[in-house]
C-alpha cells in the first residue's frame, strides 16, 4: 500500500518559517513526481508545488515562488516543503501527493495518492 504521512505544521506568526515533511512507502519513490497542495476553508483545493527525479523538474505556483521551496531525499523517501516569509493567506491544510513517473502537473486529477494532511496556520 502506498502511504504519504505529512508532519510539522503549527501555528506561527506573520513573516516566520515551516518546514513539512512527508514519508513516503509503497512506492518508487525516485520515480514518483511529489507534489504539495493546500486548502483553506471554503476555498478549492490550490497547487502549491512539484518535484519530479530523472528527469528532475521542479515547479511552483506564482503565490508561493521565492518563498517556499520544495525538495526531497531520496535515501529517506521524503519530500520536504520549506515555508519562508509566512502570510496569512497561506493559512491552509497541506497536503503531500504523489504520481507515477517523471513528469511534474499542476492538477490534483493527475495525482495518485495523497495524504491525510497537516494544517498551518500563520497568524497576522
Known amino acids: 500500500q502506498v502511504q504519504l504521512a505529512e508532519s510539522g505544521g503549527g501555528l506561527v506568526q506573520a513573516g516566520g518559517s515551516l518546514r513539512l515533511s512527508c514519508a513516503a512507502s509503497?512506492?518508487?519513490?525516485?520515480?514518483?513526481?511529489m507534489g504539495w497542495f493546500r486548502q483553506a476553508p471554503g476555498k478549492e483545493r490550490e497547487f502549491v508545488a512539484a518535484?519530479?527525479?530523472?528527469?528532475?523538474?521542479?515547479v511552483y505556483a506564482e503565490s508561493v515562488k521565492g518563498r517556499f521551496t520544495i525538495s526531497r531525499d531520496n535515501a529517506k523517501n521524503t519530500v520536504y516543503l520549506q515555508m519562508n516569509s509566512l502570510k496569512p493567506e497561506d493559512t491552509a491544510v497541506y497536503y503531500c501527493?504523489?504520481?507515477?513517473?517523471?513528469?511534474?502537473?499542476?492538477?490534483?486529477?493527475?495525482?495518485?495518492?495523497w495524504g491525510q494532511g497537516t494544517q498551518v496556520t500563520v497568524s497576522s
Open positions: 501527493a504523489a504520481r507515477r513517473g517523471p513528469s511534474t502537473r499542476r492538477s490534483g486529477n493527475e495525482y495518485d495518492n
Open positions: 518535484n519530479s527525479w530523472n528527469p528532475g523538474n521542479t
Open positions: 509503497g512506492l518508487t519513490f525516485s520515480s514518483s513526481t
